[in-house]
């Protein structure tokens, strides 16, 4: 008697046990926290690379991203996007591709992080990727755990071949997918803004796009027919209404970066400042091997990063839309009371600025924060000369070419 309730008990124990194990994920708690509270700043390999992907492209950029100075600028993620796949075993497990990653993901994680830097994959929710490659749906839990084998540190999840799912689930099954597997990773939500993802991608995701693809070039759109690709001006216009959802850990992403594949310099400091007062996501999408000294001076200007990675985590807004629709006027809350301004020309004749800051109201309603130019006088730092240039006593005035920008800083006196 004794011993059959002994194992009465220690069968509802085990029973108890294995249950825990299988169901140990908090749909409340679905992301690795804290892993993105600025934005996230990298490297990833669509944009220029396409399908053409490697282990050598990508040990070569790892060393480029640390000779070139963009370490040290603060980029780290070194992102394989789409086409790295091989086959799924037998019992279901993905490999990449043998011949274009002989050495396999773990070496190659490792030859990364060797550098101080970090890996991140590409993998879709559906059944397979926009690139035709196996997708992850049905082996969440298996791809999961081999990215965590392999030392991956950073995952973005695409949204093709996804007929019949809801995209919060989907992500929310990545999500728990990647608590099971256990190695902290950033969540690249990555469905294009079509299911609101701002509404929902907070506790599943450190970042999710907000539009569809970027298309190399300031002022465009790129029409294939089913689906449109947009310039960076369409995509920096579609951003309007979404700068409440973000913050420390949790950001709007309008995709990755075009400098240096093949815009002029003016149009490229334009890019980085706007996609830094939106406090963006910085992935750069260009070949690192191989840029130009203006490229490199554009991708790590340090106090355009500063901005853009000001611990606030506030998404910068448009400042009383003026009567001339050329030239717009953003400003971003900085820590510390500072303020960042973007003057853009988004015209194709240059604009003259004759910015008289106190006679301006600048209030943020959202994050409760406002500059009261009478009352408060501040420096003003031109950040591309990178020269202090008087204080808000005197009117701002300057010539912007087209398709170009001023951005400065107001810090406090
Ligand atoms: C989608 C994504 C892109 C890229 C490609 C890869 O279009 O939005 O950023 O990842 O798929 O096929």
Redesign the pocket.
């Known amino acids: 008697m004794k011993r059959t309730l002994l194992l009465l008990l220690f069968t509802y124990l085990t029973s108890w046990y294995i249950y825990g194990q299988g169901n140990k994920v908090d749909p409340g708690h679905l992301k690795y926290e804290g892993l993105a509270l600025t934005p996230p700043m990298g490297w ?1 390999s ?1 944009n220029k690379f ?2 053409n992907v490697d282990e050598r492209l990508i040990k070569e950029t790892a060393d480029a991203m640390v000779a070139s100075g963009m370490k040290d600028a603060g980029y780290v993620y070194i992102n394989i ?3 790295w796949h091989g086959q799924r075993d037998s019992p279901g497990f993905m490999h990449p591709n043998p011949d274009r990653f002989p050495s396999g993901m773990k070496a190659l994680a490792d030859y990364v992080h060797a550098k101080g830097l970090k890996l991140g994959i ?1 993998s ?1 929710a559906g059944w397979e ?3 035709g490659h196996p997708g992850s749906r049905g082996y969440e839990f298996q791809d999961a755990q081999m990215y965590a084998k392999w030392g991956i540190d950073y995952l ?1 999840y ?3 071949n996804t007929q019949g799912l809801n995209a919060e689930g989907a992500y929310m099954t990545i999500g728990a997918a990647l608590q099971n597997a256990g190695r902290p990773m950033v969540l690249s939500i ?1 469905e ?1 803004g079509d299911n609101e993802p701002w509404e929902w991608g907070k506790s599943v995701g450190h970042l999710w ?1 907000t539009t ?2 970027i298309y190399n070039c300031f002022d465009c759109i790129k029409d294939y027919g089913s689906w449109k690709s947009w310039g960076v001006l369409q995509i920096f216009d579609m951003q309007k209404g979404l700068r409440e959802y973000a913050g420390p850990d949790h950001w709007n992403d309008p ?2 970066l075009e400098i240096g594949n093949g815009m002029p310099v003016n149009e490229e400091r334009a890019h980085f400042a706007m996609w830094s007062m939106l406090a963006a996501p910085l992935i750069a999408g260009n070949d690192l091997r191989n840029m130009s000294k203006e490229t490199l001076e554009v991708l790590t200007n340090k106090e355009v990063i500063a901005v853009n990675q000001d611990s606030l985590g506030i998404q910068g807004f448009q400042y009383l839309p003026q009567n001339n629709k050329d030239l717009e006027i953003w400003f971003k809350p900085l820590q510390g009371g500072d303020w960042a301004v973007m003057f853009l020309n988004r015209g194709k004749t240059t604009q003259k600025v004759n910015f008289n800051w106190t006679k301006e109201n600048v209030v943020d309603e959202i994050f409760d924060k406002a500059a009261d130019f009478d009352k408060t006088t501040y420096t003003i730092r031109d950040l591309w000369s990178k020269k202090n240039i008087g204080t808000t006593k005197k009117a701002f005035k300057a010539e912007i070419p087209s398709y170009d920008v001023a951005m400065l800083r107001l810090t406090v006196k």
């Open positions: 990833n669509w396409a399908c996007d789409d086409c590409y879709d990727t926009c690139g973005k695409d949204w093709c990555c294009w796009r569809g693809d995709d990755m």
